[in-house]
T-cell receptor, first 111, second 114 residues
């Protein structure tokens, strides 16, 4: 699976949109971009995934650039409960779906 | 609530001992994954089982072993424990046949080796 690069940490004001970037310049055509988050020491939680098109669900939006070399996870109205470590993972659409977690981005939502 | 249950939530033991961590996947999920999270290593994939058979292996030590039973619950056995084995151990499950990497994680078992 392709390597991903994320900023170590970010701050966001409560109520504002949080935009978390991820670089995956070596991503291959059959690799999806997945986002998970981990709140404190809880189990990681799936957020969203996509291949080429932008995706939106009740939690977040995922914007993938046309060349698929980078993506942005958008939390439209961040709350204090969104403070967590966010992981961007490139994952092949075939295989055992074992996730390889990097260090992620520590998002702090500030009141 | 992810539907994945892990026991025990906390465990304190001594070096050299052996422990067993248990995981009950979501109802109907055939795949079970084990992960270790320590302060300095982050989340590390250990091993995956699918319907009772080992499917993939990651950075799992020889002192560690796992199995998945016919009722689909899984156990992770850690033996000859060392201080460095202190970590959070997570289990996750995935719906079989669904072409998605959406894993559902339990709340983890925190192991402290003294």
């Amino acid at each position: 699976d392709a390597k991903t690069t994320q900023p170590t940490s970010m701050d966001c004001a409560e109520g504002r949109a949080a935009n978390l970037p991820c670089n995956h310049s070596t991503i291959s055509g059959n690799e999806y971009v997945y986002w998970y988050r981990q709140i404190h020491s809880q189990g990681p939680q799936y957020i969203i995934h996509g291949l080429k098109n932008n995706e939106t669900n009740e939690m977040a939006s995922l914007i993938i650039t046309e060349d698929r070399k980078s993506s942005t996870l958008i939390l439209p109205h961040a709350t204090l409960r969104d403070t967590a470590v966010y992981y961007c993972i490139a994952l092949s659409g075939a295989g055992s779906y074992q996730l390889t977690f990097g260090k992620g981005t520590k998002l702090s939502v500030i009141p | 609530d992810s539907g994945v249950t892990q026991t025990p939530k906390h465990l304190i033991t001594a070096t050299g001992q052996r422990v067993t961590l248990r995981c009950s996947p979501r109802s109907g999920d055939l795949s079970v994954y084990w992960y270790q999270q320590s302060l300095d290593q982050g989340l590390q994939f250990l091993i995956q089982y699918y319907n009772g058979e080992e499917r993939a292996k990651g950075n799992i030590l020889e002192r560690f072993s796992a199995q998945q039973f016919p009722d689909l619950h899984s156990e992770l056995n850690l033996s000859s424990l060392e201080l460095g084995d202190s970590a959070l151990y997570f289990c996750a499950s995935r719906e079989a046949g669904l072409g998605s990497g959406e894993l559902f994680f339990g709340e983890g078992s925190r192991l402290t080796v003294l």
